[in-house]
């Protein structure tokens, strides 16, 4: 019997080619879909409960039942990531304004001082703002983007003639998609949207149409749908609804999109099971992300490094399109050494804001680099890749990681900073314990050498004293440290020479990852 809760999930896109008659149906369906939402979000957010609200819109919109649960599946995920995110930017911008006052202190040119001074009222404005949505749970959601909407005061500026131009815009923003829920317990995954194989291996869409749009036809039907990338998996997952067996039946859901081009369809797929092929307790491979190159060092069992390379990859200047190709190759660098060792990969939970605060630190060039740095995306192609090759990715804590890695093993073993840091990531994931180094132990002071709390609390007073480092060495004019060492021939992947110098005594885990 399948267990669903363990399916990995994957979305594919296809663009549609549509008659002019199947696009205004498209467009018309997006613009009901767009209506409802932001009446329903207007409504929730006045307190209404969203029961009643159901059995009124279904009659005010023409809609059907599921229909209203797509609208409201939808827009519930909107208000989630919104909240979400809005923690992450408190967070960040406390760190910004404790950082700004720290700076303000050592400011003597009263320009200066005046600019600083207005950049943290800006900053302490914005978390009030931030803070008092929090405590009244008030969401704030423009449907069409804020940065179209502002668009409208600097017409000029954003290349419109008249306000008419802007309006077309701003009413296609709002109606340029809609999203289709299904249920595993319904027809082929989704009674909204009805997928079936034709004989010749193409998909078939069988769309429901509301009913105020449905007056001539109940349905549209959008027939020898080809995905370039997928079609197999979603053919196959297709037909596993077909099946007597309830317990192989899944959800399929859909989300329409137009854009300059036209509509395209979004499909998420379950993923044909991969047997796992990596073994944890052999070693690990750690991985640090870096704005420029991916650090790599796979580990023994014990958590002794064995070899270490950096792949370098450049995303600033690149389109979209530019960095998904570039990652894309460097990711598949990871995952095939990965495979040839068999063993599971580590890295960092996700908190770009945390890294990035530790990356800007190193230079002003660098942390330009930051910007065009796909932290998130990285680590969603290495998950991906890693599910089809059977390789299992692992996350860890990624407090002091860059402090231990510089501090423990850099000098060790020779290796760059970076390389030290994913070292740590492998060893964290193993459960070791990072000691203090005794030379380093002895300079800390008396009362946090006798404290009996966690190794982290001393790393995190080694990490404080160790920020003003940089600075002090870039204003004495001595020459920055050597770059890691990369490897840009993919083959010699196969031919790393093992580290060699002294092997540390393992260390006992302690409760903390017991």
């Not at 770059?483 to 031919?495: G, H, N, Q």
């Amino acid at each position: 019997m399948r267990n669903n809760t363990k399916l990995q999930y994957r979305t594919y896109q296809h663009r549609l080619s549509l008659t002019d008659a199947e696009d205004n149906v498209f467009s018309k369906n997006a613009s009901l879909f767009g209506r409802t939402e932001r009446s329903l979000f207007a409504r929730l957010q006045s307190g209404d409960n969203l029961t009643v609200l159901k059995r009124e819109f279904l009659k005010k919109f023409g809609i059907t039942a599921r229909q209203f649960n797509s609208i409201s599946a939808g827009l519930k995920g909107k208000i989630a990531s919104i909240k979400e995110h809005r923690t992450g930017l408190i967070s960040n911008i406390e760190k910004r304004i404790k950082r700004a006052k720290k700076v303000i202190e050592d400011i003597t040119d009263p320009a200066q001082y005046h600019q600083k001074k207005r950049r943290l009222t800006i900053l302490e404005t914005k978390l009030n703002k931030l803070k008092s949505d929090k405590d009244s749970d008030t969401t704030r959601l423009c449907f069409g983007s804020r940065k179209l909407f502002r668009a409208q005061f600097h017409l000029k500026d954003k290349g419109y003639m008249y306000h008419k131009e802007w309006k077309k815009d701003w009413q296609a923003a709002r109606s340029n998609q809609f999203f289709v829920i299904g249920s595993k317990d319904e027809t082929a995954g989704c009674q909204t949207c009805v997928a079936t194989v034709n004989s010749d291996g193409s998909i078939k869409l069988r769309l429901r149409l509301p009913d105020t749009l449905s007056t001539s036809k109940k349905y549209l039907t959008l027939g020898n749908i080809r995905f370039k990338y997928g079609h197999e998996d979603i053919s196959a997952s297709i037909g596993r609804n077909l099946s007597g067996n309830k317990a192989d039946w899944q959800a399929h859901n859909y989300r329409f999109m137009r854009d300059d081009k036209g509509w395209r369809v979004f499909v998420s797929a379950a993923l044909p099971e991969v047997p796992v092929i990596s073994l944890k307790n052999i070693g690990v491979i750690g991985v640090d992300i870096n704005a420029n190159h991916l650090a790599v060092t796979q580990t023994d069992r014990f958590g002794n490094p064995v070899s270490y390379f950096s792949i370098p990859y450049v995303t600033y200047g690149k389109t979209k399109e530019q960095r998904q190709a570039v990652i894309g190759d460097v990711v598949k660098q990871v995952i095939a050494f990965a495979i040839s060792k068999s063993k599971p990969i580590v890295i960092e939970k996700l908190d770009f804001q945390a890294k990035k605060s530790v990356l800007e630190k190193q230079s002003k060039k660098y942390a330009r680099m930051l910007s065009s740095l796909a932290y998130t995306q990285i680590q969603t192609i290495i998950r991906a890749r890693a599910v089809d090759s059977g390789i299992k990715v692992f996350e860890v804590n990624p407090a002091y990681t860059s402090v231990i890695g510089r501090y423990k093993f850099m000098n060790r073993y020779g290796m760059s900073g970076h390389n030290a840091s994913s070292l740590v990531i492998g060893r964290r994931f193993l459960g070791l314990n990072e000691t203090l180094p005794n030379q380093l132990h002895v300079t800390l002071p008396l009362s946090v050498r006798n404290r009996g709390r966690h190794v982290w609390s001393k790393w995190a007073v080694v990490s404080h004293k160790a920020l003003v480092v940089p600075v002090a060495h870039r204003q004495s004019g001595l020459p920055r440290s050597l770059p890691s060492p990369v490897i840009t021939d993919k083959a010699r992947l196969e031919t790393i020479l093992p580290v060699t110098g002294e092997i540390p005594v393992c260390e006992p885990p302690p409760t903390l990852f017991g």
